[in-house]
């Protein structure tokens, strides 16, 4: 989950720092200071630059389609930088300005994307250790399922929460719901082990594959729509 996280926060920062330097190039294109233009125009080659090293290394896991159609953006955008520089036509501004433009929106999309997937993968696995830790009837195996689940409903509550959240507001509502529940239901789980009650654990469990599954189909649904 941290490392999911910090794949998100890295795809965020990269996505706004796209959409400044859009909104740098624009004020240039029209400011007519060749100095605003030339630090603008500046900053952007210095990121594209950034962008092709990234995709040329070999830990650079995104798909080879994808790398190369950035790495053919790149050189465009180095190309026409360097060639005209502050001479640059309104157009040419525009070409830049939309470049950045298009792939935020994309970063964006594979964050929200990357997270329903990964969200939806974390319920399911949670939801089979605790049925195998029921089955199991092994304490430590049921404590650690426990654990984990309240931990990943947890952290599905702070992002319920996040005012970023494009999430319909009752969805949200029922989310935190749900996060509160779990977390109540573990509590009182976690105080006698020994009088377990399988049918909130069957609850708990039920909750995990409906979110699951329910995550899953609206991510095909987007997919669909697009």
């Known amino acids: 989950m941290t490392d999911t996280l910090e794949q998100v926060k890295d795809a965020e920062a990269e996505a706004k720092i796209l959409l400044n330097y859009a909104m740098a190039l624009s004020k240039a294109s029209t400011s007519g200071d060749k100095k605003q233009m030339l ?10 630059v950034e962008i092709e090293t990234s995709l040329k290394n070999a830990k650079n896991l995104l798909p080879e389609d994808i790398k190369s159609n950035l790495l053919s953006l790149s050189k ?15 157009s040419d501004f525009d070409s830049l300005i939309n470049i950045n ?9 594979v ?19 605790l049925s195998a830790a029921r089955e199991s009837s092994n304490p430590t195996d049921l404590v650690s399922a426990l654990d984990n689940n309240m931990k990943l409903w947890v952290y599905m509550k702070t992002l319920a929460k996040s005012k970023t ?7 949200k509502e029922n989310l935190i ?5 779990v977390s109540k239901r573990t509590l009182e789980v976690g105080k006698d082990l020994n009088k377990l009650n399988p049918k909130i654990l069957d609850t708990m469990i039920m909750t995990n594959l409906q979110i699951s599954e ?6 095909k ?3 669909t729509a697009k």
């Open 101 to 109: 433009m298009q792939i935020s929106e994309g970063l964006f999309e």
């Open 221 to 223: 649904l987007v997919g």
């Open 165 to 171: 959240n494009k999430l319909p507001p009752e969805t």
């Open 39 to 48: 630090a603008a125009l500046d900053n952007n080659l210095k990121l594209w």
């Open 214 to 219: 329910g995550l899953m189909a609206r991510r």
């Open 111 to 129: 964050v929200k994307n990357n997270l329903a997937k990964e969200e939806a993968f974390s319920l399911l696995k949670c939801a089979i250790d």
């Open 177 to 181: 719901k749900l996060a509160d529940y």
């Open 76 to 90: 465009f955008v180095e190309r026409l930088t360097l060639y005209k520089g502050v001479d640059m036509e309104k």
